[in-house]
């Protein structure tokens, strides 16, 4: 019965783990300010990449730990030699996952899929500077040509 507990208080700071990277996650919900300026909005772009991907690691260790807290739970209790036994630590088992655990699975989902959304943002930001860097490019050389009388 005391593995039990030291399993429940276990997936519980799993829980918590997964749980401290809301207020990181409350940063998505505003709009990403990108810079107009190439060199800081590339920067930028990296510098909120590492954020996103060091947040998409946290939540999917969190998450790991915790489905191996509850595996070890699991095989813990189907280990009882006695049915009543197995049946009473599931139940209790089964109260704990719906208590803290069930909810913060959909949560884990919608977090992760927010945090790709806002990956797909910044992909779409750098490819908007490749393509003026580009243009700019292009612009820069068909000028260059004019000034030179066309010969290059």
């Known amino acids: ?26 940063l998505l919900d505003g709009p990403f300010t990108f810079s107009t300026e190439k060199e800081d909005c ?39 030699s006695e049915q009543k036994d197995r049946e009473k630590l599931m139940l209790e088992l089964n109260n704990h996952m719906e208590l803290e655990s069930n909810g913060l699975e959909i949560a ?15 992909v779409q930001q750098a490819s908007f500077i490749a393509e003026a860097a580009s243009i700019a490019n292009q612009a820069g050389s068909k000028k260059h040509n004019s000034h030179s009388g066309g010969v290059v």
């Open 108 to 122: 884990i989902i919608q977090w992760l899929s927010k945090i790709e959304f806002r990956k797909e943002e910044e």
């Open 42 to 80: 590339e920067v930028y772009i990296i510098e909120k990449t590492a954020q996103l991907n060091h947040l998409t690691t946290t939540i999917k260790k969190a998450k790991q730990l915790h489905d191996i807290h509850f595996d070890k739970a699991i095989e813990t209790i189907s280990s009882r």
């Open 1 to 26: 019965m005391a593995k039990i507990q030291l399993f429940k208080k276990q997936k519980h700071h799993a829980c918590k783990l997964i749980r401290s990277s809301e207020s990181d996650l409350k």
